[in-house]
């Protein structure tokens, strides 16, 4: 499936769309700062700009190279990060972009998608929808077999849902959509060790009854199975969950049934994938793939030689990496966007939820809406993103044609009106210092985390410090420094108590069903946001109703319009991604309707082009 990842970066591109959609098709492959600008070298540079509307016209979506495809042909792949990759190798558990990309070429979802994010009979299996929307029937298609040669039994999707829904899982998917599989809450709770709303047939065929008809079963259903004969059981106490997560079986010697398998790792740096010969789609077009991580300052370098056919190309290197001519230029835009989080709670391990807390700094809506207004992402998307990055005015992105609200203004740039909502609020400059105290007389100073990612991450951060600091906020970087991604990815989760806000990025994957990122129950809510007309409208949203489009779209506007007078979160841009591919690179598209697939993928010529 597509599932919901949280993008710890700031600001920085890794293989997000374009891999993450051509996935779920089966195709090419689903974040955070003193006061004064000019002393802290903000870094606003002046450039030429780019019309972003023009920029997504002239860039194509499928490579132009129509020349044949040769025979065992090897390609190799920049993972653009600054950090190594965590090597958490199996859908369940992971909740890194980083290894998400690395499972594209090895990993597989038995149901395909369409341009539309819904899923498709195109797949590893085939689908039939009951007539009240409640149950699910699949069937595994034959040849679809794991890459050690046994067979994709029904058994290991159900054993999917066992893992997610185990008392001890401590990953961050057990969502609205895994809950409302029949009987699951009851096995999540240890009351017992069967999930009655799945039922497995025989090896090939099983069926999946659902307490509530949601349309998300269409575009966000688990469909990807887990390898039980080689991981181990759970269920039998073979293994335990924290066996499983520490285990060479996913973190260097994981198998799917995809594409390509994969013959080495070495763990954080790169993955050698050979060509599975017995994959059910049929042979792939590629003898090997090699992946490797590439740091986000060299990659332009590096296609400029030939040593890496195809990586994200950061915005900051937009304007260099179009004057390649041995590379073309795909983009488009992402679903996902970048936003401001505030830290309003924490997660209650009793409740297993997410709870308010009234003593947190950011508590008062009032300020959370200044600080939003007070920030110039127009001048950040055009001066430090060459116009690739255009300001956000909803937490669903514009990717959602159908349901992202673009008559709502959101909260655009109004540095008065900052001012006005602080001082509302009663948060005045009471000492003169330039800088407003509480409602209380109290000095208020805000921490900010941020983490890594490309050389504009941090004047990003310090430029927004300033816009805060224009309006009366005082705002200091956690520590003083940028995080690394896995560091800046546990501070979060361990709810830090230092962390009054961040800067990160979500990928909201397939589905616009906000449950995942917002519910009072996700372990993705790094907020800690809850209401009770949160909670309200995102059922309404995935109700029976709500397989009526127009009753789903009005919905999704009245929860856009609860988010933006609530502010748990300040979406600042939606970002155009850019992918730099070497012209010997044949079939492969970042459009989620294309017809090709990741098997389909080769290149032209024996070895990569080379600049001039």
């Not at 499928?62 to 040769?70: D, F, L, M, R, Y």
């Not at 990586?311 to 996902?336: C, F, H, M, R």
């Not at 673009?406 to 540095?415: H, K, L, Q, S, V």
């Not at 009753?551 to 999704?556: A, E």
Request: contains cysteine; glycine residues 8%.
């Amino acid at each position: 499936m597509v599932k919901k990842r949280m993008l710890f970066a700031g600001l920085m591109l890794v293989l997000s769309v374009f891999l993450a959609a051509c996935t779920e098709k089966e195709k090419t492959g689903e974040g955070e700062k003193a006061p004064d600008k000019k002393d802290e070298g903000v870094g606003i540079e002046e450039i030429t700009e780019v019309d972003p509307k023009e920029a997504s016209l002239d860039f194509p979506h499928t490579v132009s190279n129509k020349e044949p495809v040769i025979e065992d042909g090897e390609l190799t792949v920049g993972l653009v990060s600054e950090s190594p990759f965590e090597g958490m190798l199996n859908s369940v558990f992971n909740s890194s972009e980083s290894d998400a990309r690395v499972m594209d070429f090895f990993d597989e979802n038995l149901l395909s998608y369409d341009g539309d994010y819904l899923i498709t009979n195109d797949g590893a299996a085939t689908y039939e929808m009951s007539k009240d929307h409640k149950m699910i029937t699949l069937k595994i298609k034959d040849n679809v077999n794991w890459h050690d040669g046994e067979p994709v039994k029904a058994s290991d999707l159900l054993y999917s849902y066992e893992l997610l829904g185990h008392p001890d899982y401590a990953g961050d998917f057990y969502d609205a959509t895994i809950s409302n599989v029949e009987g699951m809450p009851a096995y999540n709770e240890g009351k017992t060790d069967k999930i009655s709303g799945i039922n497995v047939i025989d090896d090939k065929n099983l069926t999946i009854t659902f307490t509530e008809a949601s349309p998300t079963i269409l575009s966000g259903i688990w469909s990807t199975p887990t390898p039980r004969h080689h991981i181990g059981d759970v269920t039998t106490g073979e293994v335990t969950m924290e066996e499983i997560m520490s285990s060479g079986k996913i973190r260097v010697n994981p198998i799917g049934f995809g594409p390509y398998k994969v013959a080495e790792i070495i763990p954080g740096e790169s993955v050698l994938y050979a060509r599975n010969e017995n994959y059910w789609r049929g042979k792939p077009s590629l003898k090997s793939v090699f992946l490797k991580v590439v740091n986000p300052s060299s990659v332009v370098e590096l296609m400029k030689k030939g040593e890496i056919d195809y990586a994200s190309i950061p915005a900051d290197q937009y304007l260099n990496a179009k004057k390649l001519e041995n590379v073309e230029l795909l983009a488009g835009v992402e679903s996902t966007y970048a936003y401001i989080g505030f830290n309003l709670g924490k997660w209650d391990e009793k409740k297993n939820e997410n709870v308010m807390d009234p003593t947190k700094k950011m508590s008062n809506k009032l300020v959370r809406q200044a600080m939003w207004h007070a920030m110039d992402n127009e001048t950040i998307g055009k001066e430090l993103y060459h116009g690739l990055r255009i300001p956000a005015n909803t937490a669903i992105p514009t990717a959602f044609a159908s349901f992202h609200d673009g008559d709502n203004e959101g909260r655009p740039y109004d540095p008065e009106k900052a001012r006005t909502l602080l001082t509302e609020a009663g948060y005045l400059d009471v000492n003169g210092d330039g800088f407003r105290e509480t409602d209380k007389g109290e000095e208020f100073v805000l921490t900010f985390a941020a983490m890594e990612g490309g050389k504009k991450v941090e004047p990003n951060a310090k430029f927004y410090i300033q816009n805060w600091a224009d309006v009366g906020i005082k705002v200091q970087l956690v520590d003083s420094r940028l995080y690394e991604y896995n560091e800046f990815h546990e501070l979060l989760k361990a709810d830090d108590s230092n962390v009054d806000i961040y800067q990160s990025t979500w990928g909201t994957g397939s589905d616009p069903d906000q449950e995942g990122l917002y519910g009072r129950r996700a372990a993705l809510n790094y907020t800690h946001y809850t209401s009770e007309k949160n909670d309200e409208l995102l059922i309404a949203g995935t109700s029976e109703q709500a397989f009526d489009t127009d009753y789903r779209r009005d919905i999704y506007n009245e929860w856009q319009a609860l988010m933006i007078e609530d502010v748990p979160v300040a979406p600042t841009v939606y970002s155009y991604a850019l992918l730099a591919v070497n012209n010997r690179v044949v079939n492969y598209s970042i459009d989620p309707g294309s017809e090709l697939w990741l098997y389909e993928m080769g290149v032209s010529q024996e070895k990569s082009v080379v600049a001039k």
